[in-house]
């Protein structure tokens, strides 16, 4: 294969490559303008030719369709996570004219898992896929919790319920704002227009976060977002938070939660079965709120597999290398070293989301982990 080229450039590098990877702004007009330009570059090459598009959640199938309708089995999505360097999940997404000629498929399959060395998980062509759908429910879900608990402190009260400690690399809105608010609400939209699961409501998009965006204040890349850094004169900084009930930025909060301290002691010896106790059995608003999420996650993830027919073993290989979070059944050890974890779900969470999901039914087919919880969950902050 040739090395990477700017199709903006070099259109002609088209007809001499084997692989034409398409990664560009999640926007339709955008993408078809794109995959138009690599049909005609490709001319009587593009039999022997694999077309990919790295979407985060557009329809594959859709995509195929700006080809020619013989060469539409050799077109598949190929979703990296970021950064790239940290993160090996890629999502494989077929179409339906992949049942046509399967080979091409395969092909970059084993390409993915042997050569770029990524954990390779297929997905079927639904919004989102399997790993984002996961992910941003709960992302989004912690934004609105944010705007419910503004008056308590808002973003930074969420997240400092939502740290490490509880099994993810960083806090989930920290996560918001390094991704991009306008990316988080290209991803969230899509959800929430073709999808209707019991979860369906946590999609909206918090009225601040648009308001945020409107501003240009979409994150990390923007300078501002749900958090800035201030370079003061004298060259220190300091690390300021959105505060969403009075509109501007603060400096960022300091929580002492008596359940995140006591889960820190017993995590800094190795002891995460009392660390887990500490959550469960602590009945301040913080620690419930804290273990209502995790709960939430097991449940949501395990129906979000089964819903678009992948095994439930994918969603722990999404969430541990496409989000560094620990994965769902992994989670489920965790808590089960302390307590029935149908038990508990039924006394914390709400009783129509219960049977909505057929909760009893997803605890009853999970499987042991391939992973091991304590790898994700860390002992800080």
């Known amino acids: ?158 997240d400092a319920i939502l740290g490490p400690f509880t099994g993810r690399s960083m806090p989930p809105l920290v996560t918001a704002n390094f991704v991009g608010l306008d990316v988080h609400k290209a991803i969230v939209k899509n959800l929430y227009d073709n999808t209707d699961d019991y979860a369906h409501e946590t999609f909206i998009l918090p009225t601040f976060l648009q308001k945020l965006i409107n501003e240009g204040k979409t994150g990390r890349k923007a300078g501002a977002g749900l958090y800035k850094t201030v370079i003061h004169d004298s060259g220190l900084k300091s690390h300021q938070v959105y505060d969403i009930a009075h509109g501007y930025y603060r400096d960022q909060m300091k929580y002492t939660f008596p359940f995140v301290e006591e889960m820190l002691l017993f995590l800094q010896v190795g002891n995460y079965a009392s660390a887990f106790r500490a959550l469960v059995e602590n009945q301040s608003a913080e620690a419930r709120l804290c273990c209502e999420f995790l709960l939430k996650y097991i449940v949501y993830s395990l129906s979000a597999a089964k819903e678009i027919g992948c095994d439930i073993v994918a969603a722990d290989d999404v969430m541990a290398a496409g989000f560094h979070w620990c994965p769902p059944l992994a989670l489920v050890e965790a808590i089960s070293t302390i307590t029935d974890i149908e038990k508990l779900c039924e006394e914390r969470l709400e009783p129509n989301s219960v049977d909505k999901i057929k909760k009893q039914q997803l605890l009853a087919e999970t499987e042991r982990s391939r992973y091991d919880y304590r790898k994700f969950v860390l002992a800080k902050r």
């Not at 259109?11 to 702004?25: G, H, K, N, P, V």
């Not at 919004?127 to 912690?142: H, K, M, S, V, Y």
Request: with cysteine; proline share 4%; glycine share 6%.
């Open 1 to 158: 294969m040739k090395s990477n080229i700017c199709i903006e450039c070099d259109y002609d590098c088209i007809r001499d490559s084997d692989l034409i990877f398409e990664a560009c702004t999640e926007d339709w007009s955008v993408k078809e303008e794109i995959h138009t330009r690599i049909v005609n570059a490709a001319g009587s090459n593009a039999h022997d030719k694999v077309f990919c598009s790295g979407t985060s959640g557009l329809s594959i199938t859709k995509l195929a369709e700006l080809y020619p309708p013989k060469y539409r089995h050799q077109f598949m999505g190929m979703h990296f996570f970021n950064p790239p360097y940290q993160m090996t999940l890629c999502e494989m997404i077929p179409t339906k004219y992949t049942e046509e000629n399967t080979s091409f498929f395969e092909r970059m399959k084993i390409y993915a898992d042997q050569i770029l060395h990524r954990t390779v998980v297929e997905t079927v062509d639904s919004p989102a896929f399997l790993g984002n759908r996961i992910g941003f429910q709960f992302i989004n879900e912690a934004l609105l919790m944010a705007e419910k608990y503004r008056y308590n402190g808002g973003i930074d009260y969420i």
